[in-house]
């Protein structure tokens, strides 16, 4: 495997304060500060919290709705992590480029950590996020523009302003727009409100990242503890999303778009796949269903997936999707042991060296147009 440019789908910057540097003044009284406490009444050295519109973010303690993550980087499980603060922040690009270089990395596409959660009920202090959010991360990445990539983040409850960005942020250098909102709240990905987001990215070809977040707050609400939020409340809206954009005519109006969805893993997609086809035929005598069977959407469209390094079901997966739709994603600075996924990839006896070679980063250089 020696030689193979290896292209990391999926990692994190974990924001610093200097992330709202760019906030739109209108928003200064109310740009989001750490909250910081004695480690020792604190949970994981989780001591520090963004307030942001009187709430706290994460809720790595709460008897409904944990959610987990390690920004602000103020908070001593952050500063404990294997990687430096500068490397996790991307205040210092390079400090990044190492870490890469000692796991195997050569170029990485980076998304957001504290947007994998709702932070406002005002949708437009959420744009003004957003958009202080992709400035910096153009800002920083472009420092090292040949390695580090990233996608903008998208303010979903607000399509209008959401297509504005993918313009902005194409001419920004972003390789793809992201959500986190697998739903938004209890809202379908599909609803015709977003058709201008949609139309943009087909008009663009900027690609569409949809990551696993804790976007449904019902869903959410179902855990108080990080186990179960990780495993059903963080991954479900990728599930539902999925079903959105295949079962629920997005790919009909807007057949040029290119989709990825992300962390979930790809052991899910024959069975959901399947579980769409199963109910098509009864629902379409209902005329509840899009022009086609997801099977179909699957294989005539741009859509990709991350897998984790060690599903044991990943030759059936690629047999079933197509060896050139699946990409790694190591998830820096995240601890979700994937640190190691190139290795473990390379090592695989279940692969032949050309579906690794796509794995690792050719299939990520199509997607993102590398």
């Given at each position: ?39 020792a009444f604190f949970k ?75 932070l406002t009920e005002d ?248």
């Open positions: 495997m020696n030689g193979t440019l290896v292209v990391d789908a999926d990692s994190h910057v974990e924001e610093p304060q200097e992330t709202w540097q760019y906030l739109d003044e209108r928003y200064s009284d109310r740009r989001p500060v750490p909250v910081t406490g004695d480690p994981y050295g989780a001591n520090s919290l963004w307030f942001i519109d009187g709430n706290v973010f994460p809720k790595l303690v709460a008897a409904r709705g944990v959610t987990v993550y390690a920004t602000p980087v103020t908070m001593e499980w952050a500063k404990r992590k294997t990687f430096s603060l500068p490397s996790q922040t991307l205040l210092d690009p390079d400090a990044r480029l190492k870490d890469m270089d000692k796991y195997g990395i050569d170029i990485q596409v980076n998304y957001p950590t504290v947007f994998l959660e709702p949708p437009d202090f959420e744009t003004a996020l957003i958009r202080s959010y992709n400035t910096y991360m153009a800002t920083q990445s472009n420092k090292r523009p040949d390695r580090l990539k990233w996608g903008a983040v998208m303010p979903m409850r607000r399509p209008q302003e959401a297509a504005a960005e993918v313009r902005r942020a194409k001419e920004m250098g972003a390789v793809a727009a992201i959500t986190t909102y697998g739903t938004i709240g209890d809202q379908n990905i599909a609803a015709p409100e977003l058709d201008p987001l949609w139309a943009e990215l087909e008009r663009t070809g900027l690609p569409m990242a949809i990551h696993c977040g804790w976007s449904n707050p019902g869903i959410t609400r179902l855990f108080n503890d990080a186990y179960g939020s990780h495993v059903l409340g963080f991954t479900l809206p990728v599930l539902c999303a999925f079903h959105a954009i295949l079962g629920g005519g997005v790919l009909d109006r807007f057949p040029r778009l290119k989709v990825l969805f992300l962390e979930a893993g790809c052991e899910w997609i024959p069975w959901q796949v399947q579980r769409m086809d199963h109910y098509y035929e009864s629902e379409r005598f209902r005329g509840y269903v899009p022009e086609r069977k997801a099977s179909e959407y699957l294989r005539d469209c741009q859509i990709y997936f991350t897998t984790e390094a060690e599903e044991i079901n990943l030759p059936l997966v690629l047999k079933f999707v197509g060896e050139d739709r699946i990409m790694i994603a190591c998830d820096q600075p995240h601890e979700e042991a994937r640190e190691g996924t190139v290795h473990e990839i390379k090592e695989r006896g279940d692969l032949t060296d050309a579906q690794k070679r796509k794995i690792l980063g050719q299939n990520a250089v199509a997607f993102y147009n590398l």
